[in-house]
């Protein structure tokens, strides 16, 4: 079964953490145990991309949108949306790690109204 989950949080440092405790809520509602791979690589992924547009998103943008959906073969996929174009886009540390922990990741453009950045958490059988 899909399963998926879309909010919206205030673009501060604070909302990091927020993000992070509510993805990790939503997977344990969905039967995915605390230490378990998946929920720690779907939590990690979640907070470097909030983290991204927190710090790297313009002044003016009120908020940003985290999406977490749970594909029918176990995946998660993270998606975190904001009004920044492409080009700024997940800058030393954090490019290292999403690469490292997701099996791809990527952006999609959406125009005028920003961009959405997107990782796949995927845990080997």
């Not at 470097?48 to 009120?62: F, I, K, Q, S």
């Not at 886009?89 to 109204?113: F, I, K, N």
Request: proline share 7%.
């Amino acid at each position: 079964m899909l399963r998926r989950k879309a909010f919206r949080l205030p673009r501060h440092p604070a909302s990091v953490g927020e993000a992070r405790h509510r993805t990790g809520g939503h997977l344990a509602s969905w039967g995915h145990p605390p230490r378990s791979a998946i929920r720690e690589e779907t939590v990690l992924l979640v907070s470097e991309l909030a983290a991204d547009t927190v710090l790297h998103g313009p002044r003016d943008e009120p908020d940003f949108e985290v999406a977490v959906t749970v594909l029918a073969h176990g995946s998660c996929l993270v998606e975190v949306s904001d009004g920044i174009p492409d080009e700024a886009v997940l800058p030393g540390h954090a490019r290292t790690l999403v690469t490292a922990v997701s099996e791809a990741w990527g952006v999609r453009d959406r125009g005028r109204y920003g961009k959405t950045v997107w990782a796949l958490a995927t845990v080997a059988p």
